[in-house]
Every structure is written in structure tokens, then in C-alpha cells.
């Protein structure tokens, strides 16, 4: 009852890892960790020069810039990986594009590309690995969301619905994929030192560096968590705001946050 709800990834030594949003923030974060740790890192994100500063010198790493929102791009990344490496490990879908929006700032465009990116990305990206993985009946889905996804908060309204997306679509492919072999963790930090957060406006609660969200994710891929969510000082009462009813929900966060 009580074992890991996912196969512990520990040892990456030689694993093949696809880092889908990879050029700053937590992806680069992460792709320091692993590369330092033995895997086999493909880089991804649109920003060519900054996936070159983050490779560095590093043996066993692939650079594979792209826009992940263009139609095929992540089709043609999976087939090239597959290639090359015979085989993917992991896939961590890191990529986010957020702007704090109010109702009435609403734009079209700001909703398609965003959805685009946060959301649709990473289905696609799903979609292109996933008939590999089943064949070989192994390998790691990580999906960062974000706590923004478990209930409304504002200023978040169009990256709060796509990540609220996420946390649903990971529910149900674990459910599909982990009999099969799979794993599938849902990462849900909180406020996170990285160029998004840095558009905010307000104080930031908890606010951690880059690199201690990666070593959270790390740490709790290693234990085989499905959920990952840091830091608990701040994501633990978010977790409680969950179990509220409407009327107490809405007070709450309107005294919390002034709006």
C-alpha cells in the first residue's frame, strides 16, 4: 500500500534524458544537475545561445533548439533522439510561457501561444514518445505544473487553467501508462526564482532559487513520488486552500492577497 507510486530514479549515469525547456530557470537548473550526474541530456528551448551556454563543454549532450508550440517540432525532436540514443529514459516537459493577466487584459494571442506552450506542448510531446517507451515498457514522464493549477489564484488567470490542465492530464496518464511500465511524476513548485516569476509584481512567498527546485525534483524522483510540490512551508497550505468551500476559498484569498 505504502510503496512508491513510481519506479525511484536515482543512479542517472548514462540514462537519456530529454530536457523539453531547457535555456534558463528550472530546466537549466536541471540540466546542470543531470550532466553532472552521468546522464545523456538532449537540450531543448527556441533560444540556440542560451541552450550552447548551458551544454558548456559537457560530453553526451545534444542541442535540439526549436519552438515546442510549432506543429511537429517535438515529433521530429523524438524521432532524432530516438535515432540517436536507440531510446529515451526520461522526458522532463519543463517549458512555460506566463504573463500575469487580469480579466480585463484578456488578449487572443496571449491565450493561443500560451496554451500553446504550456499545454499543448506537452501533449504532443506525450504523443511522440510515448509508442517508444511502451515498446520498451520503460521510461519517465515528468510534467511540471505548477501550484497556480490547483485552485484560482489571481493574476494567473490564463497560466493558472493551463497548469490546473496539466495536473489533470498527468492524473490520467499515470493512470493509463504505469501498468505498462511507465512513470509519471506531476511537479507542482511554488514561487521559484526564474525569468517568469520575475514579471510579478508582489512579494513572493517561500521564493527559492532555481537550483533548490531542481534538487526537490530530483530528490523526489528518487523516492518514486507521483506528486512533487515545494516548498512544503508554503505548498502544504495551499494543499489545505484546496479542501475549502467556495465562499471560505475566495475570502481567504482576498484577504491574502489584497484583491
Known sequence: MFAPLNPP??????????LIGASSGIGAALA??????????????RDAARLAEVAGRAPNVLQLPMDVSEPGALARGAAELWACWGGIDAVF???ARYR??????LDDDDVDATLRTNVAAVMHGCA???????????GAL??????????????????????????????????????????????????????LT???DFTMPALISADEAAGHILTGLARGDFHIHFPKRFTGWLRVLRLLPYRLYFAAVRRMTGL
Open 128 to 138: 511522440a514518445v510515448l509508442p517508444g517507451m511502451l515498446v520498451q515498457q520503460s
Open 9 to 18: 530514479l536515482k543512479d542517472w549515469a548514462g540514462k537519456r534524458v530529454w
Open 142 to 195: 515528468v510534467i511540471v505544473s505548477s501550484v497556480a493549477g490547483y485552485r484560482g489564484l489571481p493574476k494567473a488567470l490564463v497560466y493558472g487553467a493551463s497548469k490546473a490542465a496539466l495536473i489533470n492530464f498527468a492524473e490520467v496518464l499515470y493512470m493509463d501508462v504505469r501498468p505498462r511500465g511507465l512513470g509519471v511524476h506531476l511537479v507542482c513548485p511554488g514561487f521559484v526564482e526564474t525569468p
Open 32 to 45: 546542470r544537475r543531470l550532466i553532472d550526474a552521468g546522464a545523456r541530456v538532449a537540450l531543448t528551448a
Open 93 to 95: 516537459f519543463v517549458a
Open 198 to 200: 520575475a514579471q510579478n
Open 100 to 105: 500575469p493577466v487580469r480579466a480585463w487584459e
